[in-house]
C-alpha cells in the first residue's frame, strides 16, 4: 500500500474535506508545488488556483482554491483559503461574466486598483480551471 497523507482543507465557515489522499498539487503564490509522502514540513502561501489531490481510490479531484497557506506538518496537508469550490461546480459563462466585470470596473487609487488586478486574476484562474474540466 502506498503512503498516505491526510488532507484537511479549510474555509472560514467549515471544514471542507479531511480525508487520506496520496499526492497532492497546487499553486503557490510563487509557482506551482507537488507534494508527495515524506515530504519536509513546511508552510506556503497559496495563489489563485487549482488545487489537484490523488484519493486513496486513485481518483483525481480538482478545486479552485482563492489564495490562503498551505501547511505541511508530517503527514498532515493543511489547506486553509477564503474559498474552495469543486471544478465540477464552475461554469464557464458565470465566470466569464465576473471577469468582463472586473474588467470594465473604473478604480481610483491603488487600492481600488489592486482590488480590480486581485479580482481580474482570480476570475482569470477560476476560467482555465472551468474549461480543464
Not at 31 to 54: A, S, T, W
Not at 60 to 81: A, N
Not at 92 to 114: I, S
Amino acid at each position: 500500500m502506498a503512503q498516505e497523507f491526510r488532507l484537511l482543507l479549510v474555509t472560514p465557515e467549515t471544514t471542507l474535506l479531511d480525508q487520506p489522499i496520496q499526492s497532492l498539487r497546487c499553486t503557490l503564490y510563487d509557482g506551482q508545488i507537488g507534494i508527495l509522502p515524506g515530504r519536509m514540513p513546511m508552510v506556503g502561501r497559496l495563489g489563485y488556483g487549482e488545487l489537484v489531490f490523488e484519493a486513496t481510490d486513485g481518483k483525481e479531484e480538482r478545486y479552485f482554491v482563492d489564495g490562503g497557506f498551505l501547511q505541511v506538518k508530517g503527514s498532515v496537508i493543511s489547506v486553509l483559503t477564503e474559498q474552495a469550490i469543486p471544478a465540477s461546480k464552475l461554469n464557464a459563462a458565470d465566470v466569464e461574466k465576473m471577469l468582463e466585470e472586473a474588467l470594465e470596473r473604473t478604480a481610483v487609487g491603488d487600492e481600488q486598483c489592486q482590488a480590480r488586478q486581485r479580482d481580474q486574476d482570480r476570475a482569470r484562474a477560476m476560467l482555465a480551471l472551468a474549461h480543464q474540466k
